[in-house]
């Protein structure tokens, strides 16, 4: 079954810092993969996806995401955080032809002044 | 073009009863996807709806059910609500030709089962 795991629960960086966001995956083929953010009580905005070639993807509000298939991850990535970032995000994974995204348990990001 | 819209905003019931939830996919949609995100976890697939039919379900009981609609509109019936019902439940659509390649999620509601 595809499982996804996102290690950090929370995170705390300072305001202007970099950040990254691991997400590994565990799937037998490749399968396309999604970031999600959540805003308190809100719903997912989708942040940016992989489907296939260029593994490193661009999305949103500033953030990117490479795949790397040699170890299964999708880590999401931006140079320098904004204190609007402070969110939770959602890795996700669906597999071609299938009807379900699988989530990751989330990060919690916080961001200091 | 509107977004996906989910009606009501929050509610609350109490153990035993039953809720019914609604979902406006996005225009262009003809596919509804329902899902269950308990606090502190990501979302969990519940079931997918298309051509008014049910179309692939996660692990939930059959006292979660849904509807779809000729105008692809769906509605989530929970039956004999447990506290652990408690949770907001996200609906999102996409095109069935696209897969899941563009799925748009609506604002959810928040179920508060007392």
């Known amino acids: 079954a595809q499982s996804v795991t996102q290690p950090d629960i929370h995170i705390t960086v300072s305001e202007g810092a970099s950040l990254e966001l691991r997400c590994n995956y565990s799937?037998?083929?490749?399968?396309?993969l999604f970031w999600y953010v959540q805003s308190p009580g809100q719903g997912l905005q989708l942040l940016l996806k992989y489907f296939s070639g260029d593994t490193l993807v661009q999305g949103i509000k500033g953030f990117e995401a490479e795949f790397k298939r040699s170890q299964s991850s999708f880590n999401l990535r931006k140079p320098s955080v904004h204190w609007s970032d402070a969110a939770e995000y959602f890795c996700a994974v669906v597999k071609e032809g299938a009807q379900k995204l699988v989530f990751g348990q989330g990060t919690r990001l916080t961001i200091n002044p | 073009e509107t977004g996906v819209t989910q009606s009501p905003t929050h509610l609350i019931k109490t153990r035993g009863q039953q809720v019914t939830l609604r979902c406006s996919s996005q225009?262009?949609?003809?596919?509804v996807s329902w899902y269950q995100q308990a606090l502190g976890q990501g979302p969990q697939f519940i079931f997918q709806?298309?051509?008014?039919?049910?179309?692939g379900r996660g692990n939930f009981p059959p006292r979660f059910s849904g509807l779809q609609f000729p105008n692809y509109s769906s509605e989530l019936n929970v039956n004999a609500l447990e506290l652990d019902d408690s949770a907001l439940y996200l609906c999102?659509?996409?095109?069935?030709?696209?897969?899941?390649?563009?799925?748009?999620f609506g604002p959810g509601t928040r179920l508060t089962v007392l």
């Open positions: 799937y037998g083929a490749t399968p396309y």
């Open positions: 999102a659509s996409s095109h069935r030709g696209g897969g899941l390649r563009e799925q748009f």
């Open positions: 225009s262009g949609h003809n596919t």
């Open positions: 709806y298309y051509r008014e039919e049910e179309n």
